[in-house]
């Protein structure tokens, strides 16, 4: 690894905001055993921008609910504990590092699509895995490329080149990452996981999800899923640079999620049939 420029990078990711305190607070309360619904709801509800935020997408045709959801409790209930922590981190990150817009090659639309698809699938993958918690795996789609806002926002001109050539000549970004500066978009995720105090679990999964065998906590089930959910997502034509083979499946992910490819091709024509309801939850996140 390029030390140096790695160790000028993780001061630039500590150096970011912390997470709002209304993340926080989300985050203590779902992982207190002994928190209710009612607990959520009292401080989600303190913030109205994460408030309607979580209204407009358990309404939006993303989840296809025949009845109106008009308030925060029955969301809660309807979408589960950890799907809300995901909201409200994917609405933290969307406001801390796209509230102004920046001359970028970087597709904010098409990073969401993707993170949402990997979600989609991440779930889908986590209902067959017993040690899994499928909601969790959700969060952790929903978040696995952080890293790649975080080098867009703090290396802009140095990270645009590598993504317009990922982008033209549809190569693995990871790997331009990783020849250029000894690390990836997974390990300065990791890093900002780190910052911002996320569960171990969830910075481990964003930080291998393109190196699972070297996950740290065997037998690292959810880095396994996530790396999967990933494959599917560039898979389905939905990735930030536009690549179907942005990811090299590993058969270590396939033998940790108990999965074979024919679930996987599957999954993958799955979700490019719900392009639609993808589009309808970044909508709603997003407006």
């Not at 997470?19 to 303190?46: F, K, M, N, Q």
């Amino acid at each position: 690894m390029n030390r140096r420029e790695a160790e000028r990078l993780i001061r630039q990711v500590e150096e970011l905001p912390t997470l709002p305190v209304i993340i926080t607070r989300i985050l203590e309360v779902l992982e207190d055993e002994r928190s209710s619904a009612r607990d959520l709801e009292r401080v989600v509800s303190c913030d109205q921008s994460i408030a309607a935020r979580v209204l407009r997408i358990a309404n939006s045709a993303y989840y296809g609910f025949s009845r109106e959801i008009t308030t925060i409790h029955r969301a809660i209930v309807i979408l589960g504990f950890q799907t809300v922590r995901g909201l409200a981190l994917g609405s933290s990150i969307f406001e801390t590092f796209f509230g102004g817009g920046q001359d970028s090659c970087f597709d904010r639309t098409a990073f969401w699509h993707h993170s949402i698809a990997c979600s989609r699938c991440a779930m889908a993958l986590g209902r067959q895995v017993r040690e899994l918690d499928p909601e969790e795996a959700f969060v952790a789609g929903l978040v696995h490329d952080i890293g790649m806002v975080v080098m867009d926002h703090v290396m802009h001109d140095r990270y645009s080149p590598l993504l317009e050539r990922a982008v033209r000549k549809g190569e693995p970004l990871n790997r331009l990452e990783r020849e250029t500066w000894g690390f990836d978009h997974a390990d300065v995720g990791g890093w900002l996981g780190e910052h911002w105090k996320f569960p171990s679990s969830l910075v481990e999964a964003i930080c291998f999800h393109h190196r699972v065998s070297r996950s740290v906590n065997a037998p690292g089930e959810l880095v396994a899923v996530i790396h999967l959910a990933d494959f599917c997502a560039h898979k389905a034509g939905l990735s930030v640079t536009g690549a179907t083979n942005g990811v090299d499946l590993q058969d270590e992910a396939l033998r940790l999620a108990h999965v074979d490819e024919g679930r996987l091709t599957a999954l993958v024509e799955r979700i490019r049939d719900e392009k639609d309801q993808i589009g309808a939850f970044f909508t709603a996140m997003s407006a």
